[in-house]
């Protein structure tokens, strides 16, 4: 496809920062640049919290960036450049299927008749005839996002934003609305000129784009670019559609060479290190996975992702625990577990709480710091507030918060101190 | 499911089929139905429009052939009032959602006249109001329309920001996306997703509307004596004269008017409402109402909402469809310091003439006894308040239980809160002075008498709202007796609770005004106590002391609320919330 055309750039954009926090000094994303052509489908994968929905958002004017700009290329007729899919769909439950996808037109002054006839043509054309009158709790998870589709094209935009738009669905209705969607792309039946695809799904990605922007965490930034060059439509489970599918793995597992392993894992760095929320069943049951057959230790991120049907997003935060309690470490796209965690894997309850306790005190700065104040205070109490605070100077109150939530649940799990919610304090206490 | 789903169903999937038809009996019955409303409406509204030596041609009696017709004009001074609370919602709650300094100002005003004894008002509003259609029937109605409006309007805006402000973000997205104009915006996305919680809150609103309506129509400040045409009237001349077959006759002519208000506009409105709940998917007990699915079996609706349909084409015609800005920019720090200094000026102004007013005329020693008596008062609250959870907690948790009783009970329950408890008061007044009771003691109860309902029906709704597998795994493991009540039913029904508890006292303190006071021809009994108070230094118009107390109300009202109710609710968030 995108060989086949001449690649007009279509919107470019340049030197986009966009900062968070209470002073607005953390960078979501930070001097990131890029180009979409006409005719292409562009990815950007990247976990959450990569700040690819915040370019997505600019992209659409519906945030304006710190710094930098977005530049759409001069069209002749007057119709919107963008529209967006939504994750969550994001209809009207008052309006009909019909009236949401009217909706941008009406804003736009189409006249009745026209808006109405142009309305049919589009839920004609997504598979939607019938339902026109429908409201969208009639309908299911999968039309409910025809109806979204509906909504965006009907409007004409040069560029549609895909903001993950199937991870509300289950795996066959994704699955059957992406083939259809490549479709009506690749037949032109869309007036659409380019579509850029936010996903946190390697696979769905490999499958559907030309070229492929692998964000970043903290901050956001372009950190590869791919190109995709298999033919469509494309086969999962051809060997040089694995071969991408691992390769965007390691590539995203890879840590910039010289840093030490636990270094860079989590934004942050000593107490102010910010925990992701992993609770310490994902962390015994990966280490588990791993040590069992018929991985035996060391098992690739893509087969460990498909075995246990979870995607990055949801598996690179347990695997990065894991290397951060040095239970495994990361060689190219495997993980590997520490002879450590193997002991762990064959402990009983008890003796897998200590040595999950000493792996908490040794590696995890939080933690060790919170036991080192209960031991050192008489009372052996502590309030929760007094390290939210300590947090709050390094981190956004949510963060902080959900830091300190992690940092709870862990340390109450290994039996190192206990929480006392009502009375918002940590002790040494034995709740029993 | 119901048959009447399955209509629904029908309708929305071929609109066309229904057009065509030749009138049906449907149609006929509700065009009986609203042309005798409108017939009503305008036969009552026009009553208001006389000069006020028409009130002394006419004077207020006892002839039960008149009461229809004063029920009439009770009621759209009901609806009068709510109309204007619908309008002042709009206004104001949108211009604290759009403007955050006129949210800075907006919602802490909106919090304490939630708490402000309105009853305490009338004496203001009626001199005003007055003044301003000097020799009108119109300056007295609208004095008692602006006390119910006071009653009613600051939980409808109160509720109508609040969902502004918790607008889906997603559709936020998709509005400013599409970049629909302000106007359109508000027409398709606000006022739609804000409307099931405005519904509610206006139904609470004229619950709550009644009492005051019955207690606005005649009222005496120093030498102006009105007594607008209605029920609240109607009572007060039956007490003067003592006569009791005309009391038991309002107490009907208001338990009709609450019936058909009930089934010809709440009910079919919160069916209609149902429509804007934001989910996604399916309910399966939509709420149901006959009135409402005549109306959708005929063509009329079209023509009843056709002022309304207008209204929203004309305010899109006018439409500048300016874009909505894609994000706030926020004011610089100059103008936030300005604006700050503008209202602390404001407030100093405003405390200085406060005082000042107060402190003309009154001394030390009248704020110490209105300390006194506010705390007397207080007590009685408390203590009723514990009363009626000790009695109805149980009961209503017994019947939420029961889903056949729930469900034909909670509709009684709502009826009872809505029923104005002051015209049942004669009744507690007779028994007092038969059995020669202490008014001190057993007055206390008229406070809660109209506001106990709130505690009981928020109860019944959080017992049926109680997970059945919670119910069985209780069951299961034999909890019963007393740690059934602490482990279960208690701490599930607890936020419930306090919501009605948190309503009844506010209410609590408002009937003080009216129930520590109260007449029976001569006989006039009393209870120490901060309304007693107010309610006495209105009947002589002495302002100064109608403020005092009303601000001393205020603030132990606000105290209340902030340091026990508040602090119980975010417990219960916290703690007690089935996720």
Redo the contacts between chains.
Sequence with gaps: MASTITLRPLVSVEHLTHHYGPKRTQPVIDDVSITLHEGEIVGLLGRSGSGKSTLL?SI?????PDRGEVNFAARDDAS?D???V???????????VQQNVE??L????VAPVERRARALAAIDLIGLDGFE??????LSGGM?QRVGLARAIV?DPALLLLDEPFSALDVLTAETLRTDLLDLWSEGRMPIKSMLLVTHNIEEAVLMCDRILVFSSNPGRVAAEIEVKLPQPRDRLDPAFRAMVDAIYARMTARPAGTPVRDGLFPGTGISMALPHVSTNSIAGLIEEVDAQPFDGRAAMAELGDSLGLEIDELFPIAETLQLLRFADLRGADLVLTPEARRYAGADVDQRKAIFGHALIAHVPLAQHIRRILDERASHRATGGRFRDELEDHMSPEYAAATLRTVTQWGRYAEIFAFDEDQDSFSLEDPA | MSEITFRTRVL????RLWIGLAPNRADLAAFVLLAAIAVAALKGIGGTVAPIADLAQHPITLDPANLPWYALRTTLRMFAALFASLAFTFVVATLAARSRRAAQVIVPALDILQSVPILGFLTFTVTFFMGLFPGQVMGAELASIFAIFTSQAWNMAFSFYQSLRTV?S??D??S??????PV?RFL??DL?FATPALVWNAMMSMSGGWFFVVASEAITVGHTTVALPGLGSWLALAIERQDFHAIWLAVGAMAVVILLYDQLVFRPVVAWAD????????GTDRPKSWAYDLFRATKILPLIFAPVTALGRLLLALDP?GRSR??RAPGGPRSEWLWRALVVAALGYGVWTLADYVAATLTWHDAASVLGLALLTLSRVVLLIALASLIWVPVGVWIGLRPVWAERLQPVAQFLSAFPANILFPFAVILIVCFNLSPAIWLSPLMILGTQWYILFNVIAGASAIPTDLREAAGMFGVRGWQWWRDVALPAVFPYYVTGALTASGGSWNASIVAEVVTWGHQRLEAPGLGAWIAKATATGDYPRVALGIATMSAFVLAFNHLVWRPMYRFAERRLRLA
């Design positions: 958002r659409a004017g519906l945030l304006r919107p963008v529209a967006m939504f994750q969550t769909f994001a209809l009207f439950p008052w309006l009909t909706l941008g009406e804003a736009r002054r009158n429908a409201y969208p709790k009639e409910r409007v | 929305r999937a071929s609109p889906p997603d559709l997205e998709v400013r996306g599409f970049a629909l104009s359109r398709r996305l739609p429509r804007f709940r934001f989910e996604q998917t399916a469809g894609p994000a």
